[in-house]
């Protein structure tokens, strides 16, 4: 038995229990209650619980059958079966009343409380009707949605406590209907429900049946473009959950009159999934796939006595407005428009072309092919105008693939991946669409650079050594800066650097050469540019300034020059180095530059009151420093005038 034991308080979250005997009892983790209790539960739904034989005898060995006699908590019926119900407080409910992607909090609830309310694990309370405010899930510091975490009783999981969370109180009673129905079926009598413009029949319900009626409703609600299964309510954000549900539980307001509104917005014409892929306008005035489910389910899944109500109104509406006949021809196979074959589908696409659904997919989406993308439920249907496509495949055919082109190029296949990445090649399938080994490149592309490299001015032998071979230029230049295929074939399409035909006949770029000269100038362009992007390590920033590394690292200690630490190397920016020379100089290179001993140098300027800053360690690797103010250049311009 655990030595520390709170009592739970009025349905709290078995989670939130926990939480309070892990902090009671001293244990680094709440999941190690859950061990020592022995309860099994998801790691991602830690609120639920398996319900098996054993549960029950384990939670009173180590709570006590007092705690337990008071413990609500959220159980599943089978661990192995995905469709299963839950319970809670030996009420059974559908698997999809829980909600499954969203951790909602009352905020003002866990601030006057301090536990987690099991309701609120329910998709059906988006609200709290003590506090008359609106449940939140996401925190309003770092715009994350809430995770379960061990000090989730004290705030968000990224350390903001929930006494700095601002909530709108005192909202609508009308928005607080469906959260505070549920409240009192869980034993909150003191909750006030306005159940004005209800039906009776509606109030009698059980709750089983009010969360079927309800997801009737809100599954096929016109303005959810989630419907077909409640589990699709993971698609919409907490607001969107709760203007669906209101909308819902608003079609049993004002009885019957807004239920009759709802079927009339089933009931109009509008575009409708003939083939599921392609939209296309029946020729009768129903919305098939919406009245015509709302009526089958009604007669299939709803025939108990206690619906009887939703029966006679649904009569009634049929018989006050049969539309000519509706139930007579709900049988007959309805004929559609001529449907537009503009488009392929990514199975006639999959068909004509043997390529996958998904490269339809990518090419629709990268823009590459006109076309859209589409959500039809719980499928994306993927459309691509047939114009466009045919284009694309034309092109396709005539393409070559990266091996191909290797070949033809005389590169190494990665190197004709890096032309295909700069864009020096057009591709037609690449990066943006495929992975590597399914890029294929434009066979115009390989031509024009074969093209440009073939106006070479000359044939000269590649072995006199003013010259350097195509695979010879990779070579050259240090390990930290070599030449690329990139730069080399970039710098030739600019007019940068000129080609020579070579004696030997090979293939590809592979027969030209280069003077050796003009590769160390685009060496040395190169190098600068690196220099200017990425900047000098602390022994090449030194040997510009003309020290040691000890000294320029007293530098930096003084702040006089700023460096990025990398993992291996102190990186020092051009511009600073540029910075320190027109403002500061040391002592070692003015005496350089005016041809006296350092000693005599320092001395001088001390009986001209020009003083090194940094005199409080002016002894430090002897290294002094000097500002260069108007009475030192004025010094400067004295001292020189006199060689």
């Keep these: 038995m655990l030595p520390n034991r709170p009592m739970p308080h009025v349905q709290e979250s078995i989670y939130s229990y926990f939480i309070r005997c892990q902090q009671a009892n001293g244990y680094p983790s ?128 990224c350390g903001t406590n929930w006494n700095l969370f601002n909530i709108e109180r005192y909202i609508d009673p009308s928005e607080m209907l469906l959260s505070s129905i549920f409240y009192r079926y869980f034993g909150y009598s003191k909750i006030l429900v306005n159940e004005q413009g209800l039906p009776e029949e509606f109030n009698r ?78 020729e009768v005035g129903m919305h098939l796939s919406h009245f015509g489910d709302f009526y089958s389910k009604l007669y299939s899944l709803y025939s108990k006595p206690s619906f009887q109500f939703v029966f006679d109104a649904f009569e009634n509406y049929l018989a006050a407005d049969f539309r000519g006949g509706y139930l007579n021809g709900i049988r007959k196979k309805f004929r559609s428009t001529q449907i537009d074959k503009a488009y392929y589908t990514s199975h006639e696409f999959t068909t004509k072309y043997g390529l996958s659904g998904n490269t339809l997919e990518r090419l629709v989406s990268k823009g590459l092919v006109e076309g859209k993308i589409e959500l039809k439920g719980k499928r994306r249907i993927i459309l691509g105008t047939s114009s466009s496509v045919d284009m694309f495949m034309e092109d396709f055919k005539q393409s070559l693939s990266v091996e191909e082109s290797s070949l033809i190029l005389g590169l190494h296949k990665n190197s004709v991946r890096k032309l295909i990445e700069s864009k020096v090649l057009t591709e037609v399938r690449g990066p943006n669409t495929d992975q590597y080994m399914k890029w294929r490149v434009k066979r115009e592309s390989i031509k024009l650079l074969l093209d440009i490299f073939a106006s070479a001015t000359s044939i000269v032998n590649y072995n006199d050594e003013d010259f350097v071979s195509f695979n010879g230029v990779f070579l050259r230049g240090s ?165």
């Design 30 to 157: 709440v999941h190690w209650v859950y061990d020592v209790v022995r309860v099994s539960y998801l790691w991602n739904y830690p609120h639920v619980v398996y319900q098996n034989k054993e549960l029950g005898d384990n939670l009173k060995l180590l709570l006590g059958e007092r705690i337990v006699s008071n413990l609500s908590y959220i159980s599943r019926s089978d661990e192995s079966n995905r469709v299963y119900n839950i319970q809670l407080n030996n009420l059974t409910l559908p698997h999809f009343a829980l909600e499954k992607n969203k951790v909602k909090v009352c905020v003002c609830c866990i601030k006057d409380f301090g536990y987690l309310n099991n309701l609120w694990n329910f998709l059906f309370v988006t609200t709290c009707p003590i506090h008359r405010c609106k449940l939140i899930n996401t925190c309003s510091e770092c715009n994350k949605p809430f995770r379960w975490h061990k000090n989730i009783l004290f705030g968000c999981q």
């Design 205 to 282: 319900l059980t709750l089983p049946e009010l969360i079927s009626l309800i997801s009737l409703v809100a599954w096929l609600y016109p303005k959810n473009q989630y419907y077909f299964t409640m589990n699709h309510f993971s698609h919409l954000s907490l607001n969107e959950t709760h203007i669906l549900l209101m909308s819902a539980l608003n079609v049993f307001l004002d009885w019957p009159n807004n239920f009759w509104s709802f079927l009339d917005s089933l009931d109009k014409k509008r575009r409708v999934p003939f083939n599921n892929r392609i939209e296309t306008e029946l």
């Design 479 to 643: 390990n930290k800066n070599k030449l690329t295929v990139i730069d080399l074939v970039e710098a030739v399409i600019s007019g940068h650097l000129k080609v020579f035909n070579s004696e030997d006949k090979k293939i590809g770029l592979k027969q030209y050469c280069f003077r050796k000269s003009d590769i160390d100038i685009l060496l040395e362009s190169k190098c600068e540019k690196y220099f200017d992007e990425v900047g000098y390590t602390q022994n090449d920033a030194a040997k510009i300034l003309g020290i040691d590394s000890n000294r320029l690292n007293y530098l930096l200690e003084l702040s006089l020059i700023d460096s990025v630490k990398t993992k291996a190397n102190k990186i020092i920016k051009k511009d600073e180095l540029l910075h320190f020379d027109s403002q500061y100089i040391l002592l070692s290179k003015l005496a350089k530059l005016l041809q006296t001993a350092a000693g005599t140098l320092k001395i001088q300027l001390s009986q001209s009151n020009i003083y090194p800053i940094n005199t409080d360690n002016e002894h430090k690797y002897h290294c002094y420093v000097y500002q260069l103010s108007n009475s030192l250049k004025k010094f400067i311009g004295e001292k020189t005038a006199l060689l």
